[in-house]
């Protein structure tokens, strides 16, 4: 276990972690925002709900769920570390400086865009999560086969324009934090090369900083409008 000690004492092991679990993290996006499109489909929650329960049904699943909260919890941790580590190696900031003459909005906020992503989610998980396994849900019935009605649970929080307006707040936040993130993960492993380090970068900076926030953001808009009878 010494090597673990190694790890978690040194700023290089702390960035190694926080680069794998978020790009850990990253790819659950891809698969989050894919089953969430159900909510498109127009069948009243039927393909949404199906889908719920095949994530909270299948063994595979809910064994890399726990390795997705546990990736949430120690990216968040190794984040504040670092950061605490920066601000008292440095504590008195210097006299001059033009940090956007080098660097990117998104990478000089990467702390508050992280806390307000990590507030977000405590949300959003006792909103949706917390709800389906602990909650009062209601059930639907497909095909003599009995399913929590999850789409209920999203239309009643979709329904609040506020829910909405925070949801895609947060998205246009976490659009940020990954447009220096993604390509800031695989820099810290080393993986960077002229062949391959421009597609990185523009994976990072259009698929998951602009189309997958816009693709979640979508979802809460066009459930507010649908329950409201606007479309």
Request: proline share 3%; glycine share 6%.
């Given at each position: 276990?010494?090597?673990?000690?190694?790890?978690?004492?040194?700023?290089l092991g702390?960035?190694?972690?926080?680069?794998?679990?978020?790009?850990?993290?990253?790819?659950?996006?891809?698969?989050?925002?894919?089953?969430?499109?159900?909510?498109?489909?127009?069948?009243?929650?039927?393909?949404?709900?199906?889908?719920?329960?095949?994530?909270?049904?299948?063994?595979?699943?809910?064994?890399?769920?726990?390795?997705?909260?546990?990736?949430?919890?120690?990216?968040?941790?190794?984040?504040?570390?670092?950061?605490?580590?920066n601000q008292?190696?440095?504590?008195?900031?210097?006299?001059?400086?033009?940090?956007?003459?080098?660097?990117?909005?998104?990478?000089?906020?990467?702390?508050?865009?992280?806390?307000?992503?990590?507030?977000?989610?405590?949300?959003?998980?006792?909103?949706?999560?917390?709800?389906?396994?602990?909650?009062?849900?209601?059930?639907?019935?497909?095909?003599?086969?009995?399913?929590?009605?999850?789409?209920?649970?999203?239309?009643?929080?979709?329904?609040?324009?506020?829910?909405?307006?925070?949801?895609?707040?947060?998205?246009?936040?976490?659009?940020?934090?990954?447009?220096?993130?993604f390509q800031?993960?695989?820099?810290?492993?080393?993986?960077?090369?002229?062949?391959?380090?421009?597609?990185?970068?523009?994976?990072?900076?259009?698929?998951?900083?602009?189309?997958?926030?816009?693709?979640?953001?979508?979802?809460?808009?066009?459930?507010?409008?649908?329950?409201?009878?606007?479309?």
């Open positions: 276990m010494a090597w673990v000690i190694q790890t978690l004492s040194s700023s702390r960035k190694v972690i926080m680069s794998l679990t978020g790009l850990f993290l990253s790819t659950f996006l891809i698969v989050h925002m894919a089953g969430n499109l159900q909510l498109f489909k127009g069948d009243n929650g039927r393909a949404f709900n199906e889908y719920t329960y095949f994530m909270t049904h299948n063994p595979l699943i809910l064994t890399v769920s726990y390795l997705l909260y546990t990736s949430i919890l120690v990216h968040a941790l190794m984040a504040w570390i670092l950061t605490r580590h008292a190696s440095r504590p008195v900031k210097y006299a001059y400086s033009k940090p956007e003459s080098n660097s990117d909005w998104s990478s000089r906020n990467m702390g508050i865009l992280g806390t307000i992503l990590l507030l977000f989610i405590i949300i959003h998980m006792r909103t949706f999560w917390y709800e389906m396994h602990f909650g009062s849900v209601p059930m639907a019935e497909y095909d003599g086969k009995q399913y929590k009605d999850l789409y209920a649970v999203v239309k009643v929080a979709f329904s609040q324009w506020w829910y909405v307006l925070l949801y895609v707040v947060c998205m246009v936040a976490i659009g940020y934090h990954l447009a220096h993130g800031s993960g695989f820099q810290t492993l080393g993986l960077r090369h002229k062949k391959y380090t421009p597609l990185i970068e523009f994976v990072g900076k259009y698929f998951f900083a602009i189309i997958i926030p816009a693709a979640f953001a979508a979802m809460p808009i066009y459930v507010f409008l649908q329950v409201h009878g606007i479309i």
